[in-house]
């Protein structure tokens, strides 16, 4: 562990990260527009979708699209890659931290299949010489810091993902995120605390503890049981994208702050639809954010009524009246 658990910024390298709590990656939910929308509440350090070190390396539009990030971005976004390949690993590295990223995240816990088809993600974890000569050739070749995030065996008393960590670190990998459940658990089920914690305490690097986060409480008490440095917070932001800096809030001061007002929030949604707009033009935002209202109105309470118009939503003008509608205080109280 290097990193006291109750200091407020993280030395990843030569890189501050400026707070303990982080938005995971999510493919899908956490590119450029989203992340933004988090920072207008408070995120120290987030991190893109896993993007294709292949797509990259043959500078495939949909792929590098990936790579749009801005000012009111969170202040340190690592790009997470993935791959099977040396070369195009070490290629994408160089091409992520061009584009301005101060870090290079490697994902390493990806169980899809067609991720895991390719011996890259979760199935690279697994497999501890072309895992060695990856590290080494990305670290060798990337100009910032690299990180990884992996996630536990299915056995408890399999300790490969100790070892897996051992392995990054002495390749020069600057800090990791252990996502504590099993592969085969997939999101749900219990986090093996004591898994993350003998990796957060044996490797001389930071770790992000990640993995079914909802709260404030849940955060404080993912950090203490598994002595990790931080924290990371992925499907609950979704829905409260001011949670990552509740959580901040509450570490710090032991209060949670006020939750935004609803016409707060959706500014907030507003602002993050025109950053959508601004990247992918109006028609091709507006498809997307369905995806993000209904998680957006999920997380908060009396608007299940507007579920069926946040489905449908087809230009800038149906999110801004829906958002109109959601600004309202629901019938039963503020
Ligand atoms: C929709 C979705 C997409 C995800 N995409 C990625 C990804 O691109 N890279 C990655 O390392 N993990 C990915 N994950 C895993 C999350 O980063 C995180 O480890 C997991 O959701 C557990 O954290 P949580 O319980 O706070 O959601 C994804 C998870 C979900 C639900």
Same mark, same amino acid.
């Given at each position: 562990?290097?990193?006291? #658990?109750?200091?407020?910024t993280i030395k990843v390298?030569?890189?501050?990260?400026?707070?303990?709590? @982080?938005?995971?990656?999510?493919?899908?939910?956490?590119?450029?527009?989203?992340?933004?929308?988090?920072?207008?509440?408070?995120? !120290?350090?987030?991190?893109?979708?896993?993007?294709?070190?292949?797509?990259?390396?043959?500078?495939?539009? =949909?792929?590098?699209?990936?790579?749009?990030?801005?000012?009111?971005?969170?202040?340190?976004?690592?790009?997470?890659?993935?791959? @099977?390949?040396?070369?195009?690993?070490?290629? @994408? *590295?160089?091409?992520?931290?061009?584009?301005?990223?101060?870090?290079?995240? +490697? =994902?390493?816990?990806?169980?899809?299949?067609?991720?895991?088809?390719?011996?890259?993600?979760?199935?690279?974890?697994? =497999?501890?010489?072309?895992?060695?000569?990856?590290?080494?050739? &990305? +670290?060798?070749? #990337?100009?910032?810091?690299?990180?990884?995030?992996?996630?536990?065996?299915?056995?408890?008393?399999? $300790?490969?993902?100790?070892?897996?960590? $051992?392995?990054?670190?002495?390749?020069? +990998?600057?800090?990791?995120? &252990?996502?504590?459940?099993?592969?085969?658990?997939?999101?749900?089920?219990?986090?093996?605390?004591? %898994? &993350?914690?003998?990796?957060?305490?044996?490797?001389?690097?930071?770790?992000? *503890?990640?993995?079914? +986060?909802?709260?404030?409480?849940?955060?404080?008490?993912?950090?203490?049981?598994?002595?990790?440095a931080g924290v990371m917070?992925?499907?609950?932001?979704?829905?409260?994208?001011?949670?990552? =800096?509740?959580?901040?809030?509450?570490?710090?001061?032991?209060?949670?702050?006020?939750? !935004? #007002?609803? %016409?707060?929030?959706?500014?907030?949604?507003?602002?993050?639809?025109? $950053?959508?707009?601004?990247?992918?033009?109006?028609?091709?935002? @507006?498809?997307?954010?369905?995806?993000?209202?209904?998680?957006?109105?999920?997380?908060?309470?009396?608007?299940?009524?507007?579920? !069926?118009?946040?489905?449908?939503?087809?230009?800038?003008?149906?999110?801004?009246?829906?958002?109109?509608?959601?600004?309202?205080? !629901?019938?039963?109280?503020?």
């Amino acid at each position: 562990m290097a990193e006291a #658990s109750n200091s407020r910024t993280i030395k990843v390298g030569t890189v501050e990260v400026p707070g303990r709590v @982080a938005l995971a990656p999510l493919a899908g939910y956490t590119e450029y527009p989203f992340r933004a929308a988090v920072a207008t509440f408070g995120c !120290p350090y987030a991190v893109t979708p896993l993007i294709s070190a292949e797509g990259l390396v043959r500078r495939n539009r =949909n792929t590098l699209r990936l790579l749009a990030r801005g000012d009111d971005d969170a202040p340190v976004v690592a790009a997470q890659i993935f791959g @099977a390949r040396r070369g195009g690993m070490a290629e @994408a *590295a160089k091409i992520v931290a061009d584009a301005g990223f101060p870090l290079v995240d +490697v =994902n390493l816990g990806c169980p899809a299949p067609k991720i895991r088809k390719q011996e890259a993600g979760a199935a690279l974890a697994g =497999n501890a010489v072309a895992l060695r000569r990856i590290a080494r050739a &990305v +670290v060798a070749a #990337s100009p910032v810091p690299v990180t990884a995030k992996m996630r536990l065996a299915r056995d408890p008393s399999d $300790k490969s993902t100790l070892a897996a960590a $051992k392995l990054l670190s002495e390749e020069g +990998v600057a800090a990791l995120t &252990v996502h504590g459940r099993a592969v085969d658990q997939g999101l749900r089920g219990p986090v093996d605390f004591y %898994a &993350v914690k003998e990796i957060a305490e044996t490797v001389p690097l930071p770790v992000w *503890a990640n993995g079914g +986060v909802e709260t404030p409480q849940d955060a404080e008490a993912l950090l203490k049981e598994t002595a990790a440095a931080g924290v990371m917070v992925g499907r609950a932001a979704v829905s409260r994208p001011y949670l990552i =800096n509740d959580i901040e809030t509450y570490l710090a001061d032991g209060a949670v702050p006020a939750a !935004p #007002s609803r %016409a707060e929030l959706a500014e907030a949604i507003m602002f993050h639809f025109d $950053k959508a707009a601004a990247l992918d033009g109006e028609e091709r935002a @507006a498809r997307h954010f369905r995806i993000h209202l209904l998680a957006y109105l999920k997380g908060a309470r009396g608007a299940k009524a507007l579920l !069926p118009r946040a489905a449908r939503v087809a230009c800038r003008r149906d999110v801004a009246d829906l958002l109109e509608e959601f600004a309202k205080p !629901p019938e039963d109280g503020p």
